[in-house]
Nanobody, 115 residues
């Protein structure tokens, strides 16, 4: 299983970023996928889930209405559109095939929200 995130960066509060996760080494279209974030000094937080077909999504309350998860099974790619970003969204964002097993997480992409 290989998951490689990209798209992170530094943005001002209220700004937007779109994260991508390129998947390989498994049949991407067979699995639900997740985004998880980890801020320094805090426990990892589950952010969002999308089912294998891409027609069912779930979000943590703290991102609901601001973040949108999506996937392109033809490209083996998972996305996270993040709008109206807040300083408390600052974290390392990981895509994950299983949010409870670190071995199924990517290395992460850093998102920093600061003025």
């Amino acid at each position: 299983v290989q998951l490689v995130e990209s798209g992170g960066g530094m943005v001002q509060p209220g700004g937007s970023l779109r994260l991508s996760c390129a998947a390989s080494g498994f049949t991407f279209s067979n699995y639900d996928m997740h985004w998880v974030r980890h801020a320094p000094g805090k426990e990892p937080e589950w952010v969002s889930r999308i089912n294998a077909e891409g027609d069912s999504t779930n979000y943590a309350d703290f991102v609901k209405g601001r973040f949108t998860i999506s996937r392109d099974n033809a490209k083996n790619t998972l996305y996270l559109q993040m709008d109206t970003l807040k300083p408390e969204d600052t974290a390392l964002y990981h895509c994950a095939r299983d949010p409870y097993q670190y071995s199924y997480w990517g290395q992460g992409t850093q998102v920093t929200v600061s003025s």
